[in-house]
């Protein structure tokens, strides 16, 4: 009985629980821009963005020069010595690759965007026909951007 009389005055006298208001994150927006390139071993056709509140995640679509490809093959042979056989596409996610691993995101004046940059996986994937990037999300992006290894750069907005 005293619980019950114990519950009654708590909920009189108690603040009313107010229900919180679901939080709202901006809606993730994608981007597609034909940026023609010549990235030195690769040429680059086109870059698809993915602007997430948390990061920005890009797939640029390259593929490498028939004569890096030729010696990127010949290379591979030569390490696999004959005990397997060389795929033409692993051969060619690794020329482009190699581009790849050195872009970092930067300004139209090739300043690099470090807050985007610091601590991001950067290049995650590697393709034959593309190649993967993550970076952390800005709260403004700058007009121009670019991925730039310090020498060749493709216009990613």
Not at 25 to 45: C, F, K, V, W
């Amino acid at each position: 009985m005293i619980m019950t009389a114990v519950l009654n005055m708590q909920q009189r006298f108690s603040a009313p629980k107010r229900k919180e208001a679901p939080r709202r994150t901006a809606p993730s927006q994608t981007m597609t821009m034909r940026a023609l390139s010549d990235l030195g071993e690769s040429i680059a056709a086109s870059v698809h963005a993915i602007y997430s509140p948390v990061r920005l995640y890009l797939c640029v679509a390259m593929e490498p020069k028939p004569d890096a490809l030729r010696a990127q093959v010949k290379a591979d042979k030569r390490l696999a010595a004959g005990m397997f056989d060389v795929d033409e596409l692993w051969s060619a996610a690794a020329v482009n690759a190699r581009w790849a691993r050195k872009a970092v995101l930067t300004d139209g004046e090739g300043h690099v965007l470090e807050a985007a940059v610091s601590g991001a996986r950067g290049m995650t994937d590697a393709g034959a026909k593309e190649v993967f990037f993550e970076f952390n999300a800005l709260e403004n992006y700058p007009e121009p951007m670019y991925l730039s290894d310090g020498v060749t750069r493709i216009r990613v907005k």
